[in-house]
């Protein structure tokens, strides 16, 4: 499965790269799993994702928990959690 | 059906989102609420600024995700329109660098009575905070490399006082 995912904010910069296009391993199913594997794609990867639990995930656009399965969606964004306003 | 029954015929609300670099103006957005309509009866408005904090600061910079900050703060808006039945909401969220004294937000709600116009502007407020997808970054005053601004525990709580008052 091919997806892109996008990155803002502090976790843009530690991993370096504002988006990407992934081929995901079958065992990818849900946002929380999708973390996990980035986690072990490297050390940049690996401070980004240190704390998966406060990672906030959007899928195609809207909000999205951890638990939630990606299916067929288009785009991935991961960022912390949002300070505007 | 009888004549006395038909509601009187009600005019659009007026949803207005932009998200944008460019500075906005308050008295042209209430304007735009407010022009050509007689059952606006009161009008709240909230505008956020940029602050120094203390002179630490040069200024925020704001990252935001273009594709779903205005679908999410349309919703938002939306949803704050049809609650507390107002006749107009205008949001309008600046991106960039923005020095002290500068605005980042504004939100006008427009109804026939103030408190659902003060209802109004608060209530979406209170999401932009947590639901927007923007992100605030600190620029030092001395050439240092700012933090990024952590999310306050008092603005989800903020935002769950509009789930246990519905």
Redesign the interface.
Known sequence: MSLKV?Y???VRERIGKGSEELELPESVVTVGDLIAHLATLGEEYAAAFEVPQVIRA?ID???AGHDEAIGNAR?I?L??????? | MTADSTPPAKRPVQVTVRIQSSDFDISDEIGALTAGRADVGAVASFT?LCRDEGGRLSALE????P??AE??IRAIAEEAAERFELTGLTAI?RYGKIAPGGN??LVVACASHRQAAFDGAAFL?DY??????????EHLKDGGAGE????KDA?DKAKARWRSRS
């Open positions: 996008v803002f904010a502090w959007a656009e809207e909000h785009e964004a960022f912390p959690p949002m300070t505007g306003g | 956020g704001l990252e935001h995700y594709g779903m679908r999410a969220h980042i937000v407020m932009f905070k947590t639901d927007a997808p923007f992100w605030k970054k990024w601004v952590s999310a603005d």
